[in-house]
């Protein structure tokens, strides 16, 4: 049984660009959950997916926006990227109030 | 505002010299105490969940226990393979709200 996956596994850019990260749940899992982590730092809350729809958000601006698609695998886009957002990127599914199960993540640097 | 804190911040074991690891919270109405292990460069790997002050759950050297106030992570006779960062999330009340995370600490033991 696949675990959490997440692409790209790098990623490289630079000031001003947009990226888009993706992820695949965890065979049965319906929600999918984004956090940014720094260097150093535990993972913040940036928000979260259920049918669909953004359920919940944190104190992230308007330039972090997301999707899911039908079959529950989801995308993180964030656009004009600052130096402030290099971070590793990380993706956990879950069933809907259970146990987050977190992916390998994506590590974002910003030029 | 609902808070984890952690420490030490960084803490370092011969191999064999039993410790704990200390976490701190302030979550409303908490729903939740989790409990994560992080390789560098990855992503979380799910440790343990505890919902109720007095339980208790255990896997192999690790043992996670739950009071009103805080968590405990006890590492008996630590070896070198148990080197990382440990994270610690809770919860607030129910659903499935997003974890709050607090900074980790980051074990090295010492063959």
């Known amino acids: 049984d696949a675990g959490v996956t997440q692409s790209p596994t790098h990623l490289i850019k630079t000031r001003g660009q947009q990226v888009t990260l993706r992820c695949s749940p965890k065979s049965g899992h319906d929600t999918v959950s984004w956090y940014q982590q720094a260097l150093g730092q535990g993972p913040q809350f940036i928000f979260q997916?259920?049918?669909?729809?953004?359920?919940q958000r944190g104190n992230f601006p308007d330039r972090f926006s997301g999707h899911q698609f039908p079959n529950y695998s989801s995308e993180l886009n964030v656009n004009a990227l600052l130096l402030g957002d290099s971070a590793l990127y990380l993706c956990?599914?879950?069933?809907?109030?259970?146990?987050?199960?977190f992916g390998p993540g994506t590590r974002l640097t910003v030029l | 505002e609902d808070q984890v804190t952690q420490s030490p911040e960084a803490l370092r074991l011969q191999e064999g010299e039993s410790s704990s690891l200390n976490c701190s919270y302030t979550?409303?109405?908490?729903?939740?105490l989790f409990w994560y292990r992080q390789d560098p460069g990855k992503g979380p790997e799910f440790l343990f969940t505890l919902y109720s002050a007095g339980e208790e759950k255990e896997k192999e050297r690790l043992k996670a226990t739950l009071t009103k106030k805080e968590s405990f992570l006890h590492i008996t006779a630590p070896k070198p393979e148990d080197s990382a960062t440990y994270l610690c999330a809770g919860r607030a009340h129910s659903g499935n709200t997003p974890l709050v995370f607090g900074k980790g600490t980051r074990l090295s033991v010492i063959a």
């Open positions: 997916y259920y049918e669909e729809e953004e359920r």
């Open positions: 956990a599914s879950s069933s809907w109030g259970d146990t987050q199960y």
């Open positions: 979550v409303s109405g908490l729903r939740g």
